[in-house]
């Protein structure tokens, strides 16, 4: 439940009404508005029978949450959530873009990526260290060594980095190099990690799961904010359906959906969804003027020689000539975006 008070409410009455509901055993969580303040309730709200918590002074109503999720519902925290990492941030306001390769490959290859996505006016450079693959024979990525490649990367350009991770051991050595880590699709259920991931308060970039709804996406969500990490964004990247025409089918349909019953970030990933470079400057002009907080595109020097994911790769070129597009279309959602980045 949320307990709304209210308008002008003292700090005396909210305090009250925490301490009674932290009596019970039960969590309070307070999200603090510019008119409202809201006191949302975790736990087993049977323990508050009889309390008369809507007679309390400052208390203007009590609304029962019947979603399974709590900390990341928009009912607890009506204020859209911007999220940092680093030198860079997602959320309102801003347009931020993720580009880089699938796979870190070399330490060449990552630099020579960073250096022009920089230039493009991309925010973050993504890379992946550690890479859950379909076939055990697929390259699975240098692991340590990539993520220092990615640190150099972050030091020479000023790029926010973000990296995926696979285990707990994988999040122990990437949280030395990276500024977010990355939950893939294939491990969005892995309660464990995500619970690991909510103790390290590293920033989160949750993708959603490969035929996940998006209430069990924001319950893997809950599993990283039970643990205190706050720091999470959501990304769509493409759902399984019948459809063979594309690699999975993005659901643009997710990034509104989430805006009205979450307060965390949501960026598109039309790389993944597609699986073909072709379809992804429609998909990711569709997902800014959807509403989308940012984008993540692969970006490779070489596509054609790539050891993952080539054919959904852009090259140099075509990154820069899609940043120039998206200008439009983040002007018209009151986005900044595309600072000048042409210097490190």
Same mark, same amino acid.
């Given at each position: 439940?949320?307990i709304?008070?209210?308008?002008?409410?003292?700090?005396?009455?909210?305090?009250?009404i925490?301490?009674l509901?932290?009596?019970?055993?039960?969590?309070?969580?307070?999200?603090?508005?510019?008119?409202?303040?809201?006191v949302?309730v975790v736990?087993?709200?049977?323990?508050?029978?009889?309390?008369?918590?809507?007679?309390?002074?400052?208390?203007?109503?009590?609304?029962?949450?019947?979603?399974?999720?709590?900390?990341?519902?928009?009912?607890?925290?009506?204020?859209?959530?911007?999220?940092?990492?680093?030198p860079?941030s997602v959320g309102p306001?801003?347009?931020?873009?993720?580009a880089?390769p699938?796979?870190v490959?070399?330490?060449?290859?990552?630099?020579?990526?960073a250096?022009?996505?920089?230039?493009a006016g991309?925010?973050?450079l993504?890379?992946?260290?550690?890479k859950?693959?379909t076939?055990?024979?697929a390259f699975q990525?240098?692991?340590?060594?990539?993520?220092?490649?990615?640190?150099?990367?972050r030091?020479?350009?000023g790029?926010?980095?973000?990296?995926?991770?696979?285990?707990?051991?994988?999040?122990?050595?990437?949280?030395?190099?990276?500024?977010?880590?990355?939950?893939g699709?294939?491990?969005?259920? @892995?309660?464990?990690l995500?619970?690991?991931?909510?103790?390290?308060?590293?920033?989160?970039?949750?993708k959603?799961?490969?035929?996940?709804?998006?209430?069990?996406?924001?319950?893997?969500?809950? %599993?990283?904010?039970?643990?205190? @990490?706050?720091?999470?964004?959501?990304?769509e990247r493409?759902?399984?359906?019948y459809?063979?025409?594309?690699? @999975?089918?993005?659901?643009?349909?997710?990034?509104?959906?989430?805006?009205?019953?979450?307060?965390?970030?949501?960026i598109?990933?039309?790389?993944?969804?597609?699986?073909? %470079?072709s379809?992804?400057?429609?998909?990711?002009?569709?997902?800014?003027a959807?509403?989308?907080?940012?984008?993540?595109?692969?970006?490779h020097?070489?596509?054609?020689?790539?050891?993952?994911?080539?054919?959904q790769?852009?090259?140099?070129?075509?990154?820069d000539?899609l940043m120039?597009?998206?200008?439009p %279309?983040?002007?018209?959602?009151?986005?900044?975006?595309?600072?000048?980045?042409?210097?490190?």
């Amino acid at each position: 439940m949320i307990i709304i008070m209210k308008p002008g409410a003292s700090k005396e009455s909210v305090r009250h009404i925490t301490e009674l509901i932290e009596s019970k055993g039960l969590k309070a969580h307070l999200s603090e508005g510019t008119q409202v303040t809201i006191v949302g309730v975790v736990g087993d709200k049977t323990l508050l029978a009889n309390s008369n918590l809507e007679l309390a002074e400052g208390v203007d109503k009590i609304v029962p949450v019947t979603e399974s999720y709590k900390l990341v519902n928009r009912k607890f925290h009506p204020e859209p959530t911007t999220v940092q990492a680093g030198p860079a941030s997602v959320g309102p306001g801003n347009l931020t873009v993720m580009a880089g390769p699938c796979a870190v490959e070399s330490r060449e290859q990552l630099m020579e990526t960073a250096f022009a996505v920089k230039k493009a006016g991309a925010n973050f450079l993504r890379g992946g260290a550690y890479k859950p693959r379909t076939s055990p024979y697929a390259f699975q990525g240098l692991e340590e060594e990539g993520l220092k490649y990615m640190k150099e990367a972050r030091e020479a350009t000023g790029l926010a980095v973000v990296c995926e991770v696979t285990s707990l051991r994988a999040l122990e050595t990437a949280a030395k190099y990276v500024d977010m880590i990355q939950i893939g699709a294939r491990n969005m259920q @892995n309660f464990e990690l995500l619970k690991e991931c909510g103790r390290s308060g590293i920033p989160v970039l949750l993708k959603r799961g490969l035929a996940a709804t998006i209430d069990e996406w924001l319950n893997a969500a809950e %599993y990283i904010i039970s643990e205190g @990490n706050h720091n999470i964004v959501l990304c769509e990247r493409g759902i399984r359906t019948y459809e063979t025409s594309t690699r @999975n089918t993005l659901d643009l349909s997710a990034v509104p959906v989430i805006r009205r019953k979450s307060h965390l970030p949501i960026i598109v990933d039309p790389s993944h969804a597609t699986g073909e %470079y072709s379809y992804v400057p429609p998909l990711a002009k569709a997902a800014v003027a959807a509403g989308a907080d940012g984008l993540m595109i692969e970006v490779h020097p070489c596509p054609e020689k790539a050891l993952s994911d080539g054919p959904q790769s852009l090259t140099f070129e075509n990154f820069d000539r899609l940043m120039t597009e998206l200008e439009p %279309y983040a002007e018209l959602a009151g986005r900044s975006f595309r600072e000048d980045h042409s210097q490190p």
